[in-house]
Protein backbone atom coordinates (compact mmCIF):
# COMPACT_ATOMS: atom_id res chain seq x y z
CA UNK A 1 0.00 0.00 0.00
CA UNK A 2 3.05 2.59 0.68
CA UNK A 3 5.29 2.96 -1.88
CA UNK A 4 8.35 4.74 -3.04
CA UNK A 5 9.23 6.24 -6.12
CA UNK A 6 12.70 7.15 -6.98
CA UNK A 7 13.90 9.45 -10.16
CA UNK A 8 16.73 11.07 -11.27
CA UNK A 9 19.30 9.30 -11.70
CA UNK A 10 21.91 9.02 -14.50
CA UNK A 11 25.12 9.75 -16.32
CA UNK A 12 27.19 12.29 -15.57
CA UNK A 13 30.98 13.49 -15.83
CA UNK A 14 33.12 13.50 -12.56
CA UNK A 15 32.21 17.08 -11.17
CA UNK A 16 28.70 16.95 -12.42
CA UNK A 17 25.54 17.32 -10.25
CA UNK A 18 22.12 15.06 -10.10
CA UNK A 19 19.37 15.21 -8.15
CA UNK A 20 17.84 12.63 -6.58
CA UNK A 21 13.67 12.37 -5.89
CA UNK A 22 11.42 10.00 -3.62
CA UNK A 23 7.90 10.37 -3.29
CA UNK A 24 6.16 8.49 -0.66
CA UNK A 25 2.50 7.78 -1.61
CA UNK A 26 -0.42 5.79 0.42
CA UNK A 27 -1.56 4.74 3.88
CA UNK A 28 1.21 7.07 5.72
CA UNK A 29 0.28 8.53 9.38
CA UNK A 30 3.66 10.06 9.90
CA UNK A 31 7.17 9.46 8.35
CA UNK A 32 10.11 9.80 10.91
CA UNK A 33 13.49 9.14 8.88
CA UNK A 34 14.21 9.62 5.02
CA UNK A 35 17.67 8.74 3.12
CA UNK A 36 19.21 7.38 0.87
CA UNK A 37 21.47 4.11 0.61
CA UNK A 38 23.46 3.27 -2.20
CA UNK A 39 25.53 0.28 -3.66
CA UNK A 40 28.04 -0.28 -5.63
CA UNK A 41 28.60 -3.82 -7.56
CA UNK A 42 30.70 -6.25 -5.04
CA UNK A 43 30.12 -3.58 -2.83
CA UNK A 44 28.23 -3.73 0.43
CA UNK A 45 25.48 -1.31 0.88
CA UNK A 46 25.94 1.99 2.76
CA UNK A 47 23.85 4.43 4.23
CA UNK A 48 24.61 7.67 2.24
CA UNK A 49 21.96 10.49 3.84
CA UNK A 50 19.20 10.86 6.33
CA UNK A 51 16.95 13.18 7.73
CA UNK A 52 14.64 12.76 10.69
CA UNK A 53 11.28 15.16 10.71
CA UNK A 54 12.39 18.34 12.11
CA UNK A 55 16.23 17.22 12.96
CA UNK A 56 19.11 17.55 10.79
CA UNK A 57 21.20 15.96 8.34
CA UNK A 58 23.45 13.35 8.79
CA UNK A 59 25.90 12.14 6.09
CA UNK A 60 28.76 9.63 5.44
CA UNK A 61 31.79 11.45 5.50
CA UNK A 62 33.28 10.70 1.70
CA UNK A 63 29.85 13.09 0.40
CA UNK A 64 29.90 15.83 3.11
CA UNK A 65 30.06 18.97 1.86
CA UNK A 66 28.89 17.66 -1.63
CA UNK A 67 25.56 16.02 -1.26
CA UNK A 68 22.59 17.90 0.26
CA UNK A 69 19.72 15.98 1.70
CA UNK A 70 16.41 17.80 2.30
CA UNK A 71 12.66 16.88 2.57
CA UNK A 72 9.03 18.09 1.80
CA UNK A 73 7.13 17.26 4.34
CA UNK A 74 3.69 18.12 2.23
CA UNK A 75 4.62 15.72 -0.37
CA UNK A 76 6.35 13.12 1.83
CA UNK A 77 9.10 13.40 -0.61
CA UNK A 78 12.97 13.04 -0.14
CA UNK A 79 15.85 14.69 -2.17
CA UNK A 80 19.51 14.17 -3.04
CA UNK A 81 21.31 16.91 -3.98
CA UNK A 82 24.58 15.88 -5.26
CA UNK A 83 27.64 18.23 -7.01
CA UNK A 84 30.74 17.34 -7.54
CA UNK A 85 30.25 13.96 -8.13
CA UNK A 86 33.00 11.82 -8.69
CA UNK A 87 33.28 8.45 -10.34
CA UNK A 88 33.38 6.12 -6.76
CA UNK A 89 29.72 7.66 -6.22
CA UNK A 90 28.63 5.59 -9.13
CA UNK A 91 26.44 2.98 -8.12
CA UNK A 92 22.52 2.61 -7.14
CA UNK A 93 21.01 4.66 -4.77
CA UNK A 94 18.01 3.33 -2.87
CA UNK A 95 15.73 6.14 -0.86
CA UNK A 96 13.69 4.51 2.35
CA UNK A 97 11.41 6.05 4.43
CA UNK A 98 10.64 5.02 8.12
CA UNK A 99 6.86 4.98 8.19
CA UNK A 100 3.77 4.54 10.64
CA UNK A 101 1.08 3.74 8.11
CA UNK A 102 -1.61 3.98 10.89
CA UNK A 103 -2.48 5.01 14.81
CA UNK A 104 -1.46 2.11 17.18
CA UNK A 105 0.80 0.92 14.29
CA UNK A 106 4.40 0.50 14.79
CA UNK A 107 7.33 2.56 12.10
CA UNK A 108 8.86 0.26 9.58
CA UNK A 109 11.18 1.07 6.98
CA UNK A 110 9.84 1.04 3.09
CA UNK A 111 12.36 1.69 0.26
CA UNK A 112 12.52 2.76 -3.19
CA UNK A 113 13.37 0.72 -6.79
CA UNK A 114 16.68 2.60 -6.97
CA UNK A 115 18.02 4.95 -9.24
CA UNK A 116 21.02 3.89 -11.27
CA UNK A 117 24.12 6.91 -11.00
CA UNK A 118 27.24 6.41 -13.26
CA UNK A 119 30.02 9.19 -12.80
CA UNK A 120 32.46 9.31 -15.75
CA UNK A 121 35.82 10.25 -15.19
Known amino acids: QVQLVESGGGLVQAGGSLRLSCAAS????????MGWYRQAPGKQRELVAA???????NYIDSVKGRFTISRDNAKNTVYLQMNSLKPEDTAVYYC???????????????WGQGTQVSVSS
Open 96 to 110: YADIRRALFTGRRDY
Open 26 to 33: GSIYSINA
Open 51 to 57: LTSGGSP
